[in-house]
């Protein structure tokens, strides 16, 4: 916790700076899976209100027929991604991914649960990440 603290004062004396800071990794298993989805939970302590956070899954070998998508809940209450979030594909080539931008409330310190369920169809689930923009 001590490190977390210290890279929260230089994260913002950097910014006073206008230097941005890199995004704080988050923690999180696999709750639940099989061949066609994956569960995650992802403990997150609110560190400001109105707190930003990102969800991204990086999937490999999609094609013509792969289809992806993911929803997201604090504590079960649904998540709502930002517009300019994507949570779902359908036929991309490639390395490809979902991600979503929302906003989790609460005052700080209060420690809430994220669970992610990623869908996916016709392609490898690479990896996850849960940060603090």
Do not use: Y
Request: a negative charge.
């Amino acid at each position: 916790m001590a490190w977390r603290v210290g890279a929260a004062i230089i994260c913002w004396f950097a910014m006073g700076a206008g230097t941005p800071c890199a995004a704080e990794v988050l923690t999180c298993e696999t709750h639940a899976a099989n061949w066609k989805w994956q569960e995650f939970h992802c403990p997150v302590t609110i560190t400001t209100e109105g707190q930003k956070m990102r969800f991204k899954a990086d999937f490999s070998g999609s094609h013509d027929d792969t289809r992806l998508s993911m929803t997201l809940s604090l504590d079960g209450v649904p998540v709502a991604c930002s517009p300019d979030s994507k949570t779902s594909l359908l036929g991309e080539d490639g390395s490809v991914s979902l991600d979503c931008h929302f906003v989790a409330a609460g005052a700080p310190g209060t420690k809430r649960t994220l669970a992610a369920i990623v869908q996916i169809w016709h392609a490898q689930l690479d990896a996850i990440q849960l940060s603090i923009p």
